[in-house]
């Protein structure tokens, strides 16, 4: 019998853990052991609200190491050499899909992060190296996100900004408008570990969801904290959740920008009031739908640099039979073993 690999399988509200055959890498492919897959937002609604049919290895954040190259398969995405051993990251969108969303029990195996190994089954795939220690490296595709929507935001030197949600894309959403040029941050959110994060990370004032609950008054807070009382350059909705946009528009200036980029699941309609919110404030608003290439080119060398204290971002990392306890923080309370969760990690078990 073949090698046999570990992953934890969505299946309906709970994870199991299965044995599948590691595959033969075929021409232009790779099989890398899997160091870490960071828990995603979109992981989370996905299993909250259930939108995927079937049977599921999530992950779509995802650091490991060379194992086997198949045939052509020499160089990453910047026609850089590839060996085995070599630590790379991955771009999960694919033209034959997206890993960590693709059908566990269809061949071939392995095709999410949440597993000993992970097959890159699909020529097409964006694949970098990089030597940034894999705490940090898990964290290149949601990096990415902020990338994006930083890009699409044109951020002008000396905005004030304000962002919505203080996890992991909030938090990876400050440091590229810090670094694009914004002078005073402004992060709402909670629970007070993400918070204290978001302070080293660059941010200038937060707002604890938790210890201000009534949203008339995290306005008012917000728009205090923002020149003249008018409201903020640019708002990023990092939060999730719905409540959070109509008083997210509430922070913006007259003709400023508003960025979604929260929503990547459907989870219902809301309710607001277009001519008070856009219309009578001129606002621009922007959406992203997840990112490209482009954004792992622009994005993998600042998290080189290693400016920030991104590795902090990771509070937790968990062996895959203790990924449902990881959803379970996520879904309720942010807390698990004993401190506040940021990023939740799960670890490959590949020797």
Not at 111 to 127: E, K, S
Request: charged share 25%; proline share 6%.
């Amino acid at each position: 019998m073949g090698q046999t690999a570990r992953a934890s399988v969505m299946v309906g509200e709970r994870f199991e853990i299965r044995e599948y055959p590691v595959p033969e890498p075929e021409p232009g492919t790779m099989l890398l052991k899997q160091e870490l897959g960071g828990i995603c937002g979109t992981d989370l609604h996905n299993w909250e609200y259930q939108h995927l049919e079937g049977e599921i290895i999530l992950g779509h954040e995802n650091v490991g190491i060379v194992h086997k190259l198949g045939q052509d398969a020499e160089t990453d995405y910047m026609g850089r050499p590839l060996s085995v051993g070599d630590r790379v990251v991955l771009a999960p969108g694919t033209n034959k899909g997206a890993y960590g969303f693709l059908q566990a029990e269809e061949a071939p195996y392995l095709r999410g992060g949440f597993a000993d190994y992970i097959y890159l089954w699909n020529p097409d795939t964006v694949v970098l190296k990089t030597d940034l220690p894999p705490e940090v490296a898990v964290l290149t595709e949601p990096f990415t996100i902020g990338v994006h929507a930083v890009m699409r935001a044109r951020i002008r030197f000396g905005d004030t900004v304000v962002v919505q949600g203080a996890g992991a894309i909030g938090l990876v959403t400050l440091v590229c408008a810090r670094i694009s040029g914004a002078a005073r941050l402004i992060v709402v959110g909670g629970p007070p570990g993400r918070l204290e994060l978001a302070k080293k990370m660059g941010a200038d004032v937060t707002i604890d969801i938790g210890e201000i609950q009534d949203p008339e008054a995290r306005t008012k807070r917000v728009l205090e904290n923002t020149p003249r009382g008018r409201g903020a350059d640019v708002v990023f909705e990092c939060a999730g959740f719905l409540p959070a946009l109509p008083e997210g528009l509430g922070y913006v200036r007259q003709s400023g920008t508003y960025v979604e980029m929260g929503h990547f699941v459907d989870v219902g309609n809301i309710d607001f009031n277009p001519n008070r919110l856009l219309m009578r404030k001129n606002l621009r608003l922007e959406a992203i739908w997840g990112s490209h290439p482009e954004h792992f080119v622009r994005g993998l060398p600042i998290l080189e640099r290693n400016e920030f204290p991104f590795a902090e971002m990771v509070s937790h990392i968990l062996p895959l039979d203790r990924v449902a306890e990881g959803f379970n923080a996520l879904s309720g309370g942010y807390r698990l073993d004993g401190r506040d969760a940021i990023k939740i990690a799960v670890k490959g078990g590949a020797e």
